[in-house]
């Protein structure tokens, strides 16, 4: 719940959360498959291009896959979707082989959620193929009512679009009853960006504490299995700070 201007309370009616690094653990085959895609591109290991390439690729985290490789390949837009087509190839093919498991918390925080009549939409940088490729993997369609990709939207992040979209497919009343959670600094802005009034960021993923706060989270958790709490009253919302604090 919310703290609102004139002391009364708004609830929070939908829930955005980010897939890689949020609510399920499979970091290191995207940066994996990151790293392969580059290579199909001539970009390999031991190179300082190499090194150069995946330090975009982590600063990054968050954006629409695309767009990652349009900022390796800024001048060549037949390299970046090439390998984009790469990396959508290579962590397909992880997902076949090791599957996707949720992070430790993740299905009971979903759980919570719905039961309290919260809607609950995943968002994600991946491709709709991807995505698709992920949720079927996931068999969560009994515990997320939407799940959007730039593509769905117009605009990944750090844009709002993806939120917006859900806002107003899901029939949510006001922005502010909103609340966003990832592990990126593009979550933080995507969620500040949209007008949520929870931008939680989790400490599962790709960014450290800083620069989720530098992208405006208003909140730390420790995992997504501590977003409930914080969403359905027991913690009020009111400035940026860690949760640890309240």
Known sequence: ????????????????????????????????????????????????????????????????????FRGIFPDNEAQAQAANLAFERSYEGAIGRAGLAPLPGTVEALEKLHAADVKICLITGFSRITLNRVLAALSWSDKVDLALCPEDAGRGRPMPDMVLTAVLRLGIEDVRQVAVAGDSESDMLCGRRSGASVVAGVLTGVHSKERLLKGGATHILDSVADFPALVLGSAQVESPVCASAL
């Open 1 to 68: 719940m919310v703290l609102a201007k004139d002391g009364g309370v708004t609830p929070i009616r939908l829930a955005c959360l980010d897939l890689a690094g949020t609510t399920i653990g499979d970091i290191a085959m995207v940066e994996r498959a990151f790293a392969e895609a580059i290579a199909t591109q001539g970009i390999v290991p031991g190179t300082g291009a190499y090194a150069r390439a995946m330090v975009h690729v982590h600063r990054s985290r968050g954006c629409p896959t695309i767009e990652v």
